[in-house]
Every structure is written in structure tokens, then in C-alpha cells.
């Protein structure tokens, strides 16, 4: 079965950091483009940051500048850097793969992140 886990998260202080980390297996990984999702509690999931196949990225304003995200097809897994966390960063956030092509989509559990004095 394909499987997406996410890791790294935590309670961390605002201005401080965090890195993400979502293995995948069972995929052919470097076909997939990678997407960082985040979801607040009452509130719609939010796309926060993507990278294609060729390791282009994109991400929503509110993070440019303080997220990055990176993939490394060798281990499968793909990385959300996270610098001068804020409190509106919390949420759980998860992990997705994306093969249009072959109409392939896939999505891991998700990971907290809490930030908090």
C-alpha cells in the first residue's frame, strides 16, 4: 500500500523553528509533485507549499520567506523547514502526493504543530 508518514512536529516558541519531515514508499516517488497542507481546528485546509517533479516551489504569502520546502528523491521524502514560527502557523500538517498523470493522489496523517509562549 502506499504510505505517506509525517514527522517533526511539536510545541515550539513563536520565532522559533521546526523541520518536517514525509517519507513515502511504495510510490515512484520522483514522478510525484509534494504538497504541505495545513488545517487549523474549525477552519478549511490551507495549501501552505509545493514542489514538482523538477523541484520547483510554491508557497502561500503567508509563509514566503520563512518556509522552505525540499524534496530528496534518493530517501523519499520530502522536507518542510519552518523559521520564525508564529502562532497562527499552528495547526496539523500533513503531507500529499500528486501524480496527475496517472490520476494518483495521496495523503499521510498529519503532524501537530504548536506554537506558543
Known amino acids: 500500500q502506499v504510505q505517506l508518514v509525517e514527522s517533526g512536529g511539536g510545541l515550539v516558541q513563536p520565532g522559533g523553528s521546526l523541520r518536517l519531515s514525509c517519507a513515502a514508499s511504495?510510490?515512484?516517488?520522483?514522478?510525484?509533485?509534494m504538497y504541505w497542507y495545513r488545517q487549523a481546528p474549525g477552519k478549511q485546509r490551507e495549501l501552505v507549499a509545493g514542489i514538482t517533479s523538477g523541484s520547483s516551489t510554491n508557497y502561500v504569502d503567508s509563509v514566503k520567506g520563512r518556509f522552505t520546502i525540499s524534496r530528496d528523491n534518493a530517501k523519499n521524502t520530502i522536507y518542510l523547514q519552518m523559521n520564525s514560527l508564529k502562532p497562527e502557523d499552528t495547526a496539523v500538517y500533513y503531507c500529499?502526493?500528486?501524480?496527475?498523470?496517472?490520476?494518483?493522489?495521496?495523503w499521510g496523517q498529519g503532524t501537530q504543530v504548536t506554537v506558543s509562549s
Open positions: 511504495r510510490i515512484t516517488f520522483s514522478a510525484y509533485a
Open positions: 500529499n502526493a500528486r501524480w496527475s498523470q496517472a490520476r494518483l493522489n495521496f
